[in-house]
């Protein structure tokens, strides 16, 4: 009761500049649980999509199974990323007729990490609204603060009533606006930490998919031609067989032992 008494008696005695402030915090602390709720909601979504995509791919027998089936999930970033490929794959299988070059191949890999480039964006977006939140709600209701303490000690010089009696409802009203910034950041601060982890486990799990994706269609579709070769010199046993004969035989002007 004494709690809610001093917020009252806080609120009450606010300034016009120190109700902006909280009204602007308030807003901010709404659009930063909207944004909260949301990610929650996609990141959820987007882990259990990409588990029954995983589950679809391996029990296909052709790295194009789910493709040809047209079974796109939605929120999954794998298989965003997979269809991506996989529609590049096509195009360059129609172009090449068959198996692709290495120039073909290097198509579908841009055409994979500029899936993993729009997934990715996706993750994070909204993500600034919590690190705005995060620095500037405390520096917001700072500002407020000390406004409202300047407005008090104006008051004082003007009345010049310098009590306890005098100072504590203008000081404890500039104090409300620091506790709602903070109300606004820390929240904030604890769900950023938490979404930011998250996120970085599904996009490690999107890098590993696309390696693992990158690795079956050079397999299964890059021609052999294509491929990079080492180019093996002369046999090991020749060289060391001439190198042999010139130790026996060296070049002394003396005839070789089956010359005439």
């Not at 195009?91 to 073909?104: C, D, F, S």
């Not at 407020?144 to 409802?169: C, E, H, K």
Request: charged share 15%; proline share 3%; aromatic share 8%.
């Amino acid at each position: 009761m004494e709690q809610a008494g001093g917020l009252a008696f806080a609120l009450r005695h606010s300034t016009i500049e120190g109700r902006i402030t909280m009204v602007a915090l308030l807003i901010f602390s709404l659009v930063s649980w909207t944004v909260i709720i949301n990610k929650f909601r996609q990141l959820r979504k987007t882990r259990k999509q990409n588990g029954r995509f995983l589950s679809l791919y391996s029990a296909g027998t052709s790295p194009l199974d789910v493709f040809s089936q047209g079974i796109a999930l939605e929120g999954s970033v794998l298989s965003d990323v997979y269809f991506e490929g996989c529609e590049e794959l096509k195009r360059q299988l129609a172009k090449y007729g068959g198996r692709i070059t290495n120039h073909g191949m290097g198509a579908v890999r841009i055409a994979m990490e500029r899936g993993m480039g729009e997934s990715s964006v996706s993750l994070e977006s909204g993500m600034i609204i919590l690190a705005t939140a995060i620095s500037g709600g405390p520096f917001v209701g700072l500002l407020g603060t000390v406004w409202g303490v300047m407005d008090t000690f104006s008051n004082i010089a003007r009345t010049q009533q310098t009590s306890l009696t005098g100072m504590a409802p203008g000081v404890s009203a500039a104090l409300i606006n620091t506790v709602v910034g903070l109300l606004v950041a820390i929240p904030s601060l604890f769900c950023y930490n938490y979404l930011v982890t998250k996120m970085r486990e599904i996009t490690i799990e999107l890098d590993n998919f696309a390696a693992h994706l990158d690795n079956v269609f050079e397999t299964e579709y890059l021609k052999e031609s294509g491929r990079a070769r080492i180019v093996q010199g002369p046999p090991v046993e020749d060289a060391s067989s001439e190198a042999g004969q010139r130790e026996a035989y060296p070049l002394t002007g003396s005839p070789h032992p089956g010359a005439v």
